[in-house]
């Protein structure tokens, strides 16, 4: 059988530069127009490929393993791990996924791994692979909350210092942002780029790092036929600000009444929020003063399409060769690719979508076995701080953080099924859940609950359907950590 040897074999030399993907809305299996492309429907080889991989066994798991000094080796199987711990040569250190550490030397060949990263604004995809076999599998949801949360905590701070320091003289200059300062809430996901690779290579011995990166043309998503001069010099050309433009271009006519209403006075109104769709064209509309009320006080619904925006375009327009460069000076061996090679490749090998397999695709991955053992992880906030909740600021939030030993987010056994704390209750009941946010209980009893794991910023489970750890050995299990030591 003829496996592909490059990862670009069947590209042809017709095929045109399309955008790459960064999230699933990014990169539908209907955009792909490409002359020539071939596919296991008109290529033999690629064909033969796709068939192998519906007929492999999907039941590889692996153990991953770290010698004395805590440094990573290559994984072992189950049942080797079973016959380590019971003969007492080695010890659980972490219980999703599943780590155990050797208590003697031991030799420490270790074989090349490539991991591949399918990076993302909302969702990451980890693959990592040798030369015969996949040995982790990996799907991230990063947070999405940055930007309001920093935004409430921009608006407390301004109200106090107006009540406490009223009398403080303004200041404008006390503040110079430093070189290759990025706003908040794209720092913090690219950080999470890093601190989730990071993870990785704790419990693997990466080779190299294989990451998609993409550049997008904003300009050439919203108008596909700009060019030339009107490219140059965009829409907004010879107005003297945004709202000059919104009210040119809406003709200076209330978008709602069409001047029905005789009032004269027009208002630029924001069809989503200010903190979250911006001041960008797209989110402003023209309204005369009477409709902009009845909008502001709830009275009126406007029926107008409700702007997208381009945050995971920009997100991975502004960090796609930061996060490459931040790893290559890490020391490690970095190499990138793009969204459309990813995309051809991942359909001649007769691949569904999704975010794990295209990082196993990113990898180099071929005719590699593949792990069927999937990871789901959820970054969530490390904890809420607020003393007081609502619009009435008076009553106060008295919610303790440990309830009855458990607190939100704790990992937990009930009727032998793994979920985590959404809800909890003083009474001793906890509304429980799986990571996509299927609903296990919504009112489970303290008494029937196991805690498995304590909260963190990063929960993890198994993609797709309810599994349990592997129990290696009776009575041997990875301890929970104390909730003080968080």
Known sequence: MQQLKGRNTYT?????????????SLNREETLSVIGLKTPFNNSDAALIAKEHAKQNTSVSAVYVLNMRGQPLMPTTPRKAKQLLNEDKAKVIKRTPFTIQLKYATGETKQEITLGVDSGFENIGFSAITA?????????KLRTDMVKLNSERRQYRRARRNRKTWYRQPRFDNKKKPDGWLAPSIQHKLDSHIKLIEKVKAILPITKIEIEVAAFDIQKIKNPEISGIKYQNGVQKDSWNTREYVLYRDNHTCQHCKGKSRNPILQVHHIVSRQIGGDAP?????LCETCHDKVSKGKLILDVKIP???KPETFMSIVRWKLVNLLRGAGNIVNHTYGYITKFNRIAL??????????FVIAGGTMQERNSISFLIKQVRKCNRKLFKGDRSHIKNTATRI????????????????GFV?????????ELRKLDGTKIHASAKIKDLTLLETANTLLISYLGGVRSSPDYKSGVSATPTPHGDL
């Not at 530069?17 to 999230?23: A, F, L, Q």
């Not at 959404?422 to 906890?430: E, N, S």
């Open 132 to 140: 015969k076999k996949e040995v982790y599998s990996a799907e991230v």
């Open 308 to 310: 997208t925006g381009f």
């Open 12 to 24: 042809p030399t017709d095929i045109p530069h399309v955008s790459g993907n960064c999230d699933l």
């Open 350 to 359: 007769g691949l569904e979508k999704s975010h794990s397999i295209d990082a």
């Open 422 to 430: 959404f809800g909890r209750r003083k009474t001793g009941y906890f």
């Open 403 to 418: 309830i009855h030993g458990f607190q939100r987010y704790d990992k937990v056994l009930w009727n032998k099924i793994e």
């Open 282 to 286: 797209d989110n402003l509309l023209t």
